[in-house]
Nanobody, 113 residues
Framework: QVQLVESGGGLVQPGGSLRLSCATS????????MGWFRQAPGKQRELVAG???????SYADSVKGRFTISGDNAKKTVYLQMNSLKPEDTAVYYC???????WGHGTQVTVSS
């Protein structure tokens, strides 16, 4: 069974940066079909960044140019580098493996002065 564990969230000021990590276990690692989602209070969960089965990345319009998804095969970890953070980026961020349907428990990101 695939397990995903997110880390790296926290409180950051507007304009700041954070790097989220998603450690995976239970399967052969591939960044393909992995994604980062987020859910703000009162809103639906939305895709922030993902890598499809062909290795192509995609980003929500609201984060293009600011967020980057990447992976480390040796560490079996997916990252989300978030720069120029805005208060509207505040949410719980989740890692997802589309092949297995597995989700992590989420990590809170709060952008506030």
């Amino acid at each position: 069974q695939v397990q995903l564990v997110e880390s790296g969230g926290g409180l950051v000021q507007p304009g700041g940066s954070l790097r989220l990590s998603c450690a995976t276990s239970g399967s052969i690692f591939s960044i393909r079909d992995m994604g980062w989602f987020r859910q703000a209070p009162g809103k639906q969960r939305e895709l922030v960044a993902g890598v499809n089965s062909r290795g192509m990345t995609s980003y929500a319009d609201s984060v293009k140019g600011r967020f980057t998804i990447s992976g480390d095969n040796a560490k079996k970890t997916v990252y989300l580098q978030m720069n120029s953070l805005k208060p509207e980026d505040t949410a719980v961020y989740y890692c997802n493996d589309r092949r297995s349907g597995s989700w992590g428990h989420g990590t809170q990101v709060t952008v506030s002065s």
